[in-house]
């Protein structure tokens, strides 16, 4: 009896031990807040074909570990036998959990609009990452961004005819295509740079 109070006693010195240790550490990981600036390259590979995108955008650190920006973005597509290029602006938000290691790690996310020139045809384009700060001002992380393509579908439909001599109805199949935008989710690697 008396061996697992001791344990249970170790158990939770332990516990004080590490939430003391991890609020010392958020205490020491504050920064100051204003302004900044930060670089992006995203790049991804999915179905046969390499997707880059390069952001640079303005943004303010609301919190010492909360940034919130927009800014532009190029993005270019190859592979397939062919390649595509757009341009376009995103809005991003990105977290730093507040520890004081020499790796910190963040969430990230944005959202944007591009017009691919190309293929002359523009759609909202997402993403969602999870890294590590690297140094004090690079990060690197894994990222999954979702965008559109436009692909043909081929649909049948049926037309409905009545004959001008006899008055009998008869119905004809037809085949068509059209055009249409499909999420295109695309895993990739982030890497950033904080001005």
Excluded at 7 to 32: T, Y
Excluded at 133 to 159: D, H, M, P, R, S
Aim: glycine fraction near 12%; proline fraction near 3%.
């Amino acid at each position: 009896m008396t061996k697992q109070l001791n344990n249970k006693m170790k158990s939770k010195v332990l516990l004080v031990f590490i939430i003391s240790i991890l609020s010392f550490n958020v205490v020491l990981a504050q920064e100051e807040k204003g302004f900044s600036t930060s670089a992006d390259v995203i790049i991804g590979y999915s179905e046969k074909t390499f997707s880059t995108i390069l952001g640079y955008d303005f943004g303010y650190k609301f919190m010492p570990d909360l940034y919130i920006g927009a800014g532009p973005m190029v993005g270019g597509s190859f592979g397939s036998g062919q390649s595509s290029f757009a341009a376009g602006a995103y809005a991003k938000v990105r977290y730093d959990i507040p520890i004081r290691f020499s790796v910190k790690p963040f969430v990230d996310g944005r959202v944007g609009y591009n017009y691919n020139i190309s293929n002359e045809a523009g759609g909202m384009i997402y993403g969602f990452g999870l890294g590590v700060g690297i140094a004090k001002n690079i990060k690197v992380g894994l990222y999954c961004f979702v965008g559109t393509k436009q692909e043909t579908e081929t649909y049948t439909y049926y037309k409905t005819h009545t004959s001008p001599y006899t008055g009998k109805v008869f119905t004809t199949k037809h085949t068509g295509t059209k055009t249409v935008d499909k999420a295109n989710f695309i895993p990739a690697l982030l890497f950033s740079v904080d001005f």
